[in-house]
T-cell receptor, first 111, second 112 residues
Framework: GQQVMQIPQYQHVQEGEDFTTYCNSS?????IQWYKQRPGGHPVFLIQLVKSGEVKKQKRLTFQFGEAKKNSSLHITATQTTDVGTYFCAGLNTNAGKSTFGDGTTLTVKP | ETGVTQTPRHLVMGMTNKKSLKCEQH?????MYWYKQSAKKPLELMFVYNFKEQTENNSVPSRFSPECPNSSHLFLHLHTLQPEDSALYLC???????????FGSGTRLTVV
């Protein structure tokens, strides 16, 4: 079945440092979504990428979808304490008819 | 308020109890989901409903019994649970079975 892997599992950074999480799928994806879950909260939709090689930005967050549509990354520039939480990717495989979540990357930021 | 409402927010139950979790959405979505999230573990998909029909049961023990009476409501009936079932249970909905997901705030379940 479809597998979506995320690395790293945990990342600890000093405030102001950059952060990147990577998402890799065993199959070609139709789209990929990213979610953020704050500590004690629930996952909240951030963005969806659909096109091969697509890059989208939200303030300090940059999202990329690979050319082969099998991988994606989320990069945060100059992290802030408000960035703490777990970031999940979810890849849609239309052949499988469903999206599969990665295991998430938990980010902690030291002030 | 996310548009997906889960009740109760917290639940403590004994292993012999029967309880139900409720999820409600008025976003006009056609797909609804139950996820289990344990401490330091990823999101585990439990059940998927599309247009009130169950389309996926991810090898969930029978002590968890879902019910979807209509496209707006989803229940998870619990009976004779084990302490390892203690977790955050998240309900989500999406327009169709392909995402984008809107999650509820979850029910924090503790089995004693």
């Amino acid at each position: 079945g479809q597998q979506v892997m995320q690395i790293p599992q945990y990342q600890h950074v000093q405030e102001g440092e950059d952060f990147t999480t990577y998402c890799n799928s065993s199959t070609t994806l139709s789209n990929i979504q990213w979610y953020k879950q704050r500590p004690g909260g629930h996952p909240v939709f951030l963005i969806q990428l659909v096109k091969s090689g697509e890059v989208k930005k939200q303030k300090r967050l940059t999202f990329q979808f690979g050319e082969a549509k099998k991988n994606s990354s989320l990069h945060i520039t100059a992290t802030q304490t408000t960035d703490v939480g777990t970031y999940f990717c979810a890849g849609l495989n239309t052949n499988a008819g469903k999206s599969t979540f990665g295991d998430g990357t938990t980010l902690t930021v030291k002030p | 308020e996310t548009g997906v409402t889960q009740t109760p927010r917290h639940l403590v139950m004994g292993m012999t109890n029967k309880k139900s979790l409720k999820c409600e959405q008025h976003l006009g979505h056609n797909a609804m989901y139950w996820y289990k999230q344990s401490a330091k573990k990823p999101l585990e998909l439990m059940f998927v409903y599309n247009f009130k029909e169950q389309t996926e049961n991810n090898s969930v023990p029978s002590r968890f019994s879902p019910e979807c009476p209509n496209s707006s409501h989803l229940f998870l009936h619990l009976h004779t649970l084990q302490p390892e079932d203690s977790a955050l249970y998240l309900c989500a909905s999406s327009q169709d079975s392909w995402g984008l997901y809107t999650f509820g705030s979850g029910t924090r379940l503790t089995v004693v």
